[in-house]
């Protein structure tokens, strides 16, 4: 599923559109309509491909390459991109009878090919940091959406790979780095499924957070935390022979009002502060005292529906270090495979 909205398709391919009719009527002195069908059909085709809706897993392997090989990779895939793109737009005018040459209308010219490159690589650009970055916090920091600082309810997932210090000592620390850096990339792609975002990665744990509603539409935060389990034990094979072992992990979730600001100077970066996070953090803890994989708050439980593909087991409430009040949580687990 593309992880644009409808809106952003939208205006990605009106700007498209308007650069081809610039391009065609000042540059190359044609047809503004022509030129605008032109840049439609082919940046449609490289917005389709970086946005997963074609190629998913030749663009996951390029997403794990180092910037320098992803970024020429992208270009020669986007020259055949162009091509193919200039193709299929000039067959269909020709069809129509917009243009008179069906040579002339599917072979790109040098200029034209140039252009739909500078363009081409300019997106590149622009999504490889957003992906360096993550989607929200690019778009937030590039609206400057929390120059100000706001108050927002939101959920937030903490997951943590156990075991991390006792590996290290068996396998030395580069190799733990590799086993580290797998996991992880496990993660983020369950994130990315369930429309999270990871903000930050700490030590060999990761903070996930979705805007409130979001995380509790289609239960999508806990449908996250089951799909990474999963994911780990589809592949237990791989980690075994990778790695010597599965990893294992604990999750807690936990949701509320935080305030998000935008802090920093030469590095910028979007933050929450508040109790929220704080607590999410303090249910973690709680999950390695209790001997459980992935706690949830009763306070965030209550909000959502109905869960076909889980059961719960409430644990009562518990005393956490630095709040006033004792805690509610219950047990998490997978009843059957997610849909």
């Known amino acids: 599923m593309s992880r644009f909205s409808l809106f952003g398709w939208l205006c990605a391919l009106a700007i498209a559109a308007a650069s081809g009719a610039l391009y065609s009527t000042f540059i190359f ?22 946005q997963d ?72 650009f622009v999504l490889r940091m957003r992906d360096l970055v993550g989607p929200e916090v690019f778009s937030s920091l590039l609206l400057s959406r929390y120059r100000r ?67 509790i539409h289609r239960s999508a935060s806990i449908r996250c935390v089951l799909h990474i389990f999963e994911a780990i034990q589809a592949k237990e094979d791989f980690w075994i022979t990778e790695f010597g072992e599965v990893p294992r992990l604990r999750a807690a979730l936990h949701g509320g009002p935080v305030i998000v600001a935008e802090i920093g100077l030469d590095h910028r970066k979007i933050t929450y502060f508040g109790d929220t996070v704080n607590t999410t953090a303090r249910i973690e803890g ?37 709040k006033g009040q004792s805690l509610s949580v219950t047990a998490v687990t997978a009843t059957q495979q997610l849909p």
Do not use: C
């Not at 002195?29 to 970086?50: C, D, H, K, Q, T």
């Open 29 to 50: 002195g044609g047809n503004a309509s022509i030129g605008a069908a032109y840049a439609v059909g082919i940046i449609g085709l490289v917005l389709a491909f970086e």
């Open 53 to 124: 809706l074609i190629l998913v897993r030749f663009r996951l392997w390029l997403m794990r390459l180092p910037t320098a090989a992803y970024f020429l990779l992208t270009l020669l895939l986007n020259i055949v991109t162009i091509v193919i793109g200039t193709f299929v737009v000039g067959t269909l005018l020709w069809l129509f009878g917009f243009l008179d040459s069906w040579v002339g209308s599917v072979v790109p010219t040098g200029g034209i090919l140039i252009y739909a490159l500078i363009v081409s690589a300019l997106i590149v």
């Open 149 to 215: 600082p706001q108050s927002e309810n939101r959920v937030f997932l903490l997951v943590d790979l156990m075991g991390s210090t006792s590996y290290a000592e068996r396998f030395g620390d580069l190799r733990t780095q590799q086993y580290l850096g797998e996991f992880l990339k496990t993660v983020a792609l369950s994130v990315r499924r369930f429309e999270g975002a990871v903000d930050d990665y700490i030590g060999d744990a990761a903070l996930i957070t979705w805007h409130f509603k979001k995380g």
């Open 286 to 322: 709680l999950a390695r005292e209790l001997g459980k994989s992935f706690l949830i708050s009763d306070s965030l439980l209550s909000q959502f529906p109905p869960m076909e593909f889980a059961t719960t087991e409430p644990l009562g409430s518990y005393a956490v270090r630095g």
